[in-house]
């Protein structure tokens, strides 16, 4: 028999797979399709302030082997998180859940976190993974996790809002990664999560006009594999504190090369917008993956 638990942060979870944010919901949605207490935990979709729309459509498009997306971080808002939907979610979700903020200025992080973790459903929280990372959105967002300072800001910030693991999930759009997760490390950061989206665009040939009506979104799926593999990599190596890897996992194997990269735990993201039972199925997989390469535990 394998162990598939991996300790998160001080949180033991019974396995390292975990849906990532905005790929998920609040998590009841797919509670519908099946039990997801098979989960390790999820990340639920970046909650800002105030609630947002979103970018104008169109803000998917599909390229081989991955997506182009730019949302833009449409999300009810904090307030309606805490009343409507996390109450929906602990109805069919009995194990702590991953916050995942968003914000457009550091003051905007700490309130969020604040919010969150003086609310009547703070105890269903476990880790707060702050996104520094959003490519899709203007002022806020990947401008936070393109620089070391700014990074150690909102860390800083958020810091004095909650005695829970703090997780820095950050934007792979950077030189060196490195330096921004060594940042985050030394404010008092409990973890890593990456990566985010990388940038790119597409044309259509015959309006002759970017697909996306924000021109430019964030690739992910299979084609970006390699490189999340490569940041998490560097990234394990360069801090102590536990790291999650992301980025084109789709297969129980690409969850165990992420984790000889030195990731702790996985995040799923495009994978459950291809397959709506991807992650479940990769939780399945899991076992006989572990034991086909002779691996008893992580
Ligand atoms: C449609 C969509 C929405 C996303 N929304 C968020 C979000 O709200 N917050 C966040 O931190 N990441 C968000 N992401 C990024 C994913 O959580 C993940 O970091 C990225 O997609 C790479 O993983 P993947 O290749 O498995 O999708 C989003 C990704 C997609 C495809």
New binding site residues.
Partial sequence: MVDTRVNLCGITIDNPVIP????FGYGYEFAELYDINCLGTF?F??TTLDPRFGNDTPRIAECPS??L?S?G?QNPGVDDVIREELPKLERVFHKPVMA?V?GFSTDEYAEVVKRLDRSAVSDMIGWY?I?I??PNVHGGGMSFGTDAKMAAEVVKAVRWMTDKPIIM?LSPNVTDVTEIARACETEGADGISL???LMGMRFDLRTKKPILANVTG?L??PA?FPV?LRMVYQTAKAVNIPVIG????SSAEDVLEMMMAGAVAV?????N?VDPYASRNIVRDLPAAMKKYGIDSF
């Fill in positions: 990532a944010s905005g790929t990340s979709k970046g991955g997506m997306n949302v971080l995942n968003s993974e996104n990372s959003c999930k990566i985010n989206t964030g992910s799926g970006v999340a992301m980025g084109g996992v995040e799923v993201g495009a994978a917008l």
